[in-house]
């Protein structure tokens, strides 16, 4: 991790005599303790609530204080968390920092401290008829929230996938890469996709997706970013949230969920959805059931090489059908 210092320092300049915390060595909990101190008093030191790959989350009291391994977080990160938490989705955002005084008194590290959550991730998902509706609600505000403009990098990223006249030479490379033969294997073997014939079909349907089916996205919602409190459900961390693809969120998230498997779960997520928007129900209806049938596979095929177990009610309908 010898880059961290060089990356994080390249966000801004540092004076004299300050440095990065090189993040195998610090002591985190420490960290999270000095932290605390200005923070309002609680009868217990900070308590360590999990580990992530980026990212350390404690509790104390009623504050979440995370601490970011790696990377910095950036101006537009922060637009992005402080909109949708605090106009959306009534949470709040105390401090955002980049410059995040370390005890000896010349490291830093980032953090950013939220509103404490009570209660457990789901890593089984959402199975319950409320639960679903109130993901698919918060997914909706999210998807009709705009934080902040789509910036430059990111839209050429989309439009590189959307546009038809460079036969999307970016989403055929991910598809033709070689560590995706398992999914690939998979698929022919179980669900008897050939690989050109697939690879074909899906850049077809990536040609058709228009733009009102780019919208601001969380962009990694499933069960352990959502925090369940009885019957309160939480959608949480919005490290990856920016302009995306609307059936990107929805495919993500019930392919995570293991819904694809239960058509009243796919519909009910979805009528949730649909309620949110002032838009003909029926026609709405049929067109995320499109964009399902195509950022299913774009998912399986093109992020993971996991098996999931998808029905296919109607070979021409590809993975999945629905009424
Ligand atoms: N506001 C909160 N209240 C209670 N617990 C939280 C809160 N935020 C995060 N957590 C807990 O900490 C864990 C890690 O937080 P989070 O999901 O934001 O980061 P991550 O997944 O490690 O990071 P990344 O942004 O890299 O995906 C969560 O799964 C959850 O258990
Ligand atoms: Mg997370």
Known sequence: MKNFAKQAASSFTLRPGEIF??????????????????????????????????????????????????????????????????DQLSRKLYEYSNRNFYPEGRCFVPVEIEDFLEGETVPKGVHDKEGLSSIARQ???????????????????????????????????????????????????TLGLQKEETI??????????????????????????????GKELFVIDFGDADWGFRGWDLAYFLLH?????????????????????????????QHLSAQLNLFVPYLLVGKYNMKFNVQILNNNDFLIYYN
């Open 21 to 86: 915390c090189d993040h195998e060595k610090t002591d985190y909990e420490k960290v999270a303790k000095t932290i605390s101190t200005r923070l309002p008093s609680a009868p217990n030191p900070p308590k360590l609530l999990g580990e992530g790959f980026d990212t350390l989350c404690f509790k104390h009291g009623e504050r979440a204080i995370k601490i970011l391994k790696t990377g910095n977080f950036d101006e537009r990160s922060y637009k992005i968390r402080k909109a949708i938490l605090e």
């Open 139 to 189: 997914l909706a505000l999210i998807h009709q929230s705009s934080p902040v403009k789509v910036d430059k990098t990111r839209w050429e990223q989309i439009s590189r996938i959307t546009s038809s006249n460079n036969n999307n030479p970016h989403f055929r490379r991910h598809l033709k890469h070689p560590d995706f033969n398992p999914s690939w294997k998979y698929l022919e073997e």
């Open 200 to 229: 074909a079909k899906l850049l077809g349907i990536l040609d058709g997706i228009d733009k009102e089916d780019i919208c601001f996205c969380h962009n990694d919602i499933w069960g352990d970013n959502i925090i369940r409190n």
């Open 257 to 285: 969920n293991q819904s694809l498997e239960n058509l009243d779960e796919i519909d009910l997520f979805l009528d949730a959805y649909i309620s949110s928007f002032d838009k003909d129900p029926v026609e709405f209806k």
